[in-house]
């Protein structure tokens, strides 16, 4: 029922995850976030493109981003999509603009997180990954989604890479052949995906909001000695910020994932989709606006 909400409601509840349609309201949340002892990935909004220009649009806001980083001396990287570099276009196009991405990162000395879609984009996101490291790209890493059944395979697949990886849930709509349905076989899919990442010397951004998962973590990393800089956890920019806070307090890395940008619709209904109490907030506060607007006057 979402799509049928209003939108300037959809934006207004979705404020707490994203931080506005332009670099200076991200500029602005990543230093609020460095002061408080963590990281940033900033990725900019974009799933929407239709056409080549916007696609090449993408590429100059993140050159843009590039350069904010540096000047304003912030503790962050990048996150792309690469549907927002033109995959659903074309396949070289996407490769060509991803590379000048990398190479820009590269140049000033970061990093960029190649972010994982919806499953019909897995084969592609994997195979433009390597493709980038094997021509000795090594400031570029990926994103695994624990529901999907392939992800053990992608694993090994990778290994010769020891990849660097952000591990997450995954909230793409899948069907039961590619995916787990069940809550428990994600959570131990996670688990097991965690282990075999570690164990093959992979960096790990461990992101979720799931209390268990992140106690499983702390964990599986103390079991194996890491010191803070050989992972670190990720979590959503205004989602559960006290759990954050913790982590930070006991002396983890974590990286807040900071989106902007004017195409924000898309991204906010996938958020409230995973976030079914916000949606409820959604459902409760329309279905007011409507019984105050039918019952004006009638008391």
């Known amino acids: 029922m979402l799509p049928a909400v209003p939108r300037p409601l959809v934006q207004k509840l979705s404020e707490r995850y994203i931080a506005g349609p332009e670099l200076k309201d991200a500029r602005e949340t990543v ?45 962050a990287n990048v996150s792309v999509k690469l549907t927002a570099l033109g995959l659903k276009l074309d396949y070289d196009l996407c490769r060509e603009n991803l590379a000048v991405v990398v190479e820009d990162a590269e140049s000033r000395g970061n990093f960029v997180r190649i972010d994982m879609e ?63 349905q069940d809550f428990d076989e994600v959570r131990a899919s996670y688990v097991r995906a965690l282990d075999a990442l570690l164990a093959g ?15 499983e973590g702390r964990r599986l990393v103390a079991e194996r000695g890491l010191s ?13 910020p006290a759990l954050g806070d913790e982590l930070v307090r006991e002396g983890h890395r974590l990286r807040i994932y900071v989106p902007f940008g004017g195409h924000w619709y898309a991204y906010s209904l996938r958020r409230l989709q995973e976030n079914p109490k916000i949606a409820g907030y959604i459902a409760a506060d329309t279905l007011g606006r409507l019984i105050g607007r039918n019952g004006s006057g009638g008391s």
């Open 118 to 180: 919806d499953s019909s984009t897995t084969d592609d996101t994997l195979r433009l990954y390597r493709d980038l490291r094997e021509r000795g790209r090594d400031n570029v890493g990926v994103v695994l989604q624990a529901m999907l059944r392939r992800t053990d395979d992608d694993i090994a697949a990778l290994t010769d890479l020891k990849p660097s990886v952000r591990l997450c849930k995954g909230i793409y709509i899948e069907p039961p052949d590619l995916a787990y």
């Open 228 to 240: 803070r800089d050989e992972y670190e956890f990720q979590m959503l920019l205004g989602v559960r």
């Open 201 to 215: 010397g992979s960096y790990v951004g461990i992101a979720t909001h799931d209390e268990w998962l992140l106690d």
């Open 31 to 75: 230093r609020n976030v460095n002061a408080e002892g963590k990281l940033a990935t900033i990725d900019v909004l974009g799933e929407e493109i239709t056409n080549e220009d916007e696609a090449a649009a993408i590429v100059r806001a993140y050159q843009d981003v590039f350069a904010d980083i540096e000047h304003c001396g912030l503790d």
